[in-house]
């Protein structure tokens, strides 16, 4: 699993101690500025996965799956869905492999990297519960 880190700048961490003081000792809400403080580690930790780190991770999970004899491999353009990122599975035909009986193959439909980096295969009983995560551009 890829994990990633979020460095606080000393500038921004002034900030994030000033919002805090403003509003425990301004506001005179201790309690609040607990909750957001807690709120904007939580935040910080559910960060996104960027589409290039996606597919990076991608490139990396196809290139890493067994060669299909006839067929070439490749990555297919990303879908942001909800907590993560889906990629179709994607295949070309060599020359070496005429169309006709025998020569298709089958398998998952794509496959998911989860925001936290996780690569989980997607099959077709699953699909359509994937593809009903799309994210709105």
Same mark, same amino acid.
Request: net charge positive.
């Given at each position: 699993m890829?994990? %990633?880190?979020?460095?606080?700048?000393?500038?921004?961490a002034?900030?994030?101690?000033?919002q805090?003081?403003?509003?425990?000792?301004?506001?005179?809400?201790?309690?609040?500025?607990?909750?957001?403080?807690r709120?904007l %580690?939580?935040?910080?930790?559910?960060?996104? !996965?960027?589409?290039?780190?996606?597919?990076?991770?991608?490139?990396?999970h196809?290139?890493?799956?067994?060669? =299909?004899?006839? #067929?070439?491999?490749?990555?297919?353009? /990303?879908?942001?869905?909800?907590?993560? #990122?889906y990629?179709?599975y994607?295949?070309?035909?060599?020359?070496?492999?005429?169309?006709?009986?025998?020569?298709? =193959?089958?398998?998952?439909? /794509?496959? !998911? =990297?989860?925001?936290? /980096?996780? =690569?989980?295969?997607?099959?077709?009983?699953q699909?359509?519960?994937v593809?009903a995560?799309?994210?709105?551009?």
């Open positions: 890829t994990r %990633y880190t979020v460095v606080i700048t000393e500038a921004a002034a900030e994030i101690d000033s805090f003081d403003y509003i425990s000792v301004v506001r005179q809400q201790p309690l609040n500025a607990q909750k957001w403080i709120g %580690y939580a935040a910080i930790q559910q960060i996104m !996965l960027t589409y290039e780190a996606a597919l990076a991770l991608a490139h990396q196809v290139a890493a799956l067994r060669p =299909i004899k006839g #067929w070439t491999r490749r990555v297919s353009q /990303g879908i942001r869905v909800d907590k993560g #990122w990629f179709d994607s295949v070309d035909r060599l020359p070496s492999n005429p169309p006709g009986p025998g020569s298709g =193959i089958g398998g998952a439909p /794509g496959f !998911l =990297i989860s925001d936290a /980096g996780e =690569i989980s295969v997607v099959g077709w009983p699909l359509r519960s593809k995560r799309i994210c709105p551009n």
